[in-house]
């Protein structure tokens, strides 16, 4: 079954469910369309550009400046994106391919670890910085309907920024399509930060360590859902899953 032909059967299936309809959905997840989707496209882009074709710094510079930054940095110390590789024109998107924390570390501490390599009125460069207020606004915890009418024009800007620098070799893709509802989706729902996924998908990493050590080859499902409700219900007798009610700083 290719790929496009099951996203047609799951829409078939999901209009059937009552209450929802594929044209009347006003649930966007922000992490999968910007932090896996627009966000590292959009930064090949803009770095092949800076690095490749300006040659404002090399890839050996970035990567040298980004370990040294998280080196002496304690913040998202454990979301440090790993080293970038050499940018390829066969590619869409930076490699080796990152979790989405760790795209959003890079996109936020990509301007001060290299902006004085690049000159100001850089058209690639300001690009950047727009990429980087637009997903500031889209993971903002409150917004009034000012900030509402802000993030449109961001929006906005942005397309038609990215049409201009980089649509002779680049396509719009559907993701970039769902950037036009957000704000809409916003006045509805309320922010977009609350239907992330970013919280639910930390649960992958359990079920990755405990498949890479079980031996059972013939239903690993079962294995795994077996050792999760154990897990589960231990945290809840020793409620260990509960949260602490106060916090104590210490000196």
Known sequence: MGRD???????????????????????????????EGVVPFELHCILTQLVNVKGHFSMADLNSRLHSFFEKN???????????????????????????????SLLKYLPLFTG??????????LFLLQLCELV????????????????????????????????????LKPK?????????????NGPLVTMRCLCYEMKNSS???????VCNLVNICKTLAYRHQCNAFYLRLSKQYLRMSSVTVGL
Request: one cysteine or more; proline letters at 6%; a positive charge.
């Open 207 to 213: 079920f990755k360590k405990s498949a890479g050590v």
């Open 136 to 171: 500031d606004f889209v993971f903002a915890p409150k917004f009034t309907k000012g900030m509402v009418a802000y993030l449109r024009e961001i929006i906005s800007d942005h397309l038609r920024a990215f049409q201009s620098l980089c649509g002779h070799i680049c396509k």
């Open 116 to 125: 004085n390599l690049v000159p100001a009125d850089d058209l690639h460069w």
């Open 5 to 35: 032909q099951f996203w047609k059967d799951l829409m078939l299936k999901l209009t059937i469910l009552h209450g929802f309809q594929v044209t009347e959905n006003f649930v966007l997840d922000p992490m999968h369309t910007l932090l």
């Open 74 to 104: 304690s913040v998202d110390k454990g979301n440090k994106p790993p080293t970038i590789n050499p940018l390829q024109t066969s590619q869409t998107v930076l490699s080796p391919s990152m979790k989405a924390v760790q795209m959003w």
């Open 176 to 188: 970039r399509h769902f950037l036009l509802h957000m704000p809409t989706i916003i006045l509805k």
